[in-house]
């Protein structure tokens, strides 16, 4: 059972590890594509929370547009291509105006199809114009923050078949937008610092760290106290791993661009679970032990009922 629960905790916390690395890229990238290769490509180095939001924008749709003139997929068939022509130049309008909209919802980068002031994606644009404004609506009403590889709408199918674009090509044209705080120059973001999810991991994960002075107090108790409260001992120290290993495989999801932070934790997990764990099994056999080597009890000698006289049972007391 212990082996069980070890190699459970175990797998969590690697698959937590795994996750991190990415989605930490996902949320500070400004394309879920390509992240922020054109920025590099431009600037020869990534951006810094210092970089300007609208120029992340622009630098990457200006990267994109230049990709999709200079390669046309096979796949497109040759009567799209006069669409696919004219929806690049209505991405060129778009991106030279430099009109974009904004998030406030999601830390770190999320997709905004449509925002509150009336602002389309770039890809909501391209719709919008190709297609009407009405379908840019519908698709926002059920899909404002997402990312096209998860909006399932028949009208947005059939309008990427005839676009002259494929799917992957309009996924590589969907911006990100910073989210949460908003800096004092115009269209310039802020990531967050540690936020309250990056903190609950925080939590679980010290309480992890501390469940060995817990245990160490466990052991100076009597053996026969200890066998009353193990259950409650082992319930208590599965509970606080387990919420610590949930929260670290979730944080990579629900927080904001804390990917050395939450990366640390991780790698505490990693010691403190399998120690606490060996730990809780030791101190279990250590009492069991304890009871098993105590000495046995005499009650002495007394008289029987026939008046004759015996020496009393001998007993061993385990609890």
């Given amino acids: 059972m212990l082996r069980m629960v070890l190699i459970g905790f175990l797998s969590l916390t690697l698959m937590g590890l795994s996750l991190q690395p990415a989605a930490a890229a996902l949320q500070r990238s400004v394309n879920a594509v390509l992240g922020d290769r054109s920025y590099?490509?431009?600037?020869?180095?990534?951006?810094?929370?210092?970089?300007?939001?609208?120029?992340?924008?622009?630098?990457?749709?200006?990267?994109?547009?230049?990709?999709?003139?200079?390669?046309?997929?096979?796949?497109?068939?040759?009567?799209?291509h006069a669409q696919r022509r004219q929806l690049l130049d209505f991405l060129h309008q778009y991106w030279t105006t430099g009109v974009f909209p904004s998030q406030n919802a999601y830390p770190g980068r999320r997709p905004h199809f449509i925002d509150e002031q009336g602002r389309l994606c770039a890809v909501g644009h391209l719709i919008a114009q190709s297609a009407g404004r009405g379908l840019a609506e519908r698709i926002n009403a059920r899909y404002r923050y997402a990312y096209l590889p998860e909006m399932q709408m028949p009208e947005l199918d059939s309008w990427v078949a005839s676009s002259g674009l494929t799917a992957r090509e309009l996924a590589m044209i969907q911006p990100t937008y910073g989210g949460y705080r908003i800096g004092p120059s115009i269209g310039r973001s802020y990531e967050p610092g540690i936020d309250g999810y990056?903190?609950?991991?925080?939590?679980?994960?010290?309480?992890?760290?501390?469940?060995?002075?817990?245990?160490?107090?466990?052991?100076?108790?009597?053996?026969?106290?200890?066998?009353?409260?193990?259950?409650?001992?082992?319930?208590?120290?599965?509970?606080?791993?387990?919420?610590?290993?949930?929260?670290?495989?979730?944080?990579?999801?629900?927080?904001?661009?804390?990917?050395?932070?939450?990366?640390?934790?991780?790698?505490?997990?990693?010691?403190?679970?399998?120690?606490?764990?060996?730990?809780?099994?030791?101190?279990?056999?250590?009492?069991?032990?304890?009871?098993?080597?105590?000495?046995?009890?005499?009650?002495?000698?007394?008289?029987?009922?026939?008046?004759s006289s015996a020496w009393g049972l001998q007993a061993s007391l385990l609890f």
């Fill in 198 to 307: 990056a903190w609950l991991c925080a939590g679980s994960i010290f309480l992890a760290m501390g469940l060995p002075l817990f245990h160490l107090y466990t052991l100076s108790l009597p053996s026969e106290q200890y066998l009353e409260i193990q259950s409650s001992v082992q319930g208590m120290t599965y509970a606080v791993l387990g919420t610590a290993a949930v929260f670290n495989l979730l944080s990579p999801i629900l927080s904001a661009n804390n990917g050395a932070f939450i990366l640390i934790g991780g790698l505490a997990l990693l010691v403190f679970v399998p120690f606490n764990l060996v730990l809780l099994q030791t101190l279990d056999q250590h009492h069991r032990a304890n009871l098993q080597a105590k000495p046995p009890i005499s009650l002495g000698h007394f008289p029987l009922a026939d008046g």
């Fill in 40 to 80: 590099s490509h431009r600037f020869g180095h990534l951006p810094g929370p210092e970089a300007n939001e609208t120029l992340r924008i622009q630098t990457h749709l200006a990267y994109v547009e230049g990709q999709l003139r200079r390669h046309t997929p096979q796949a497109i068939p040759a009567q799209f």
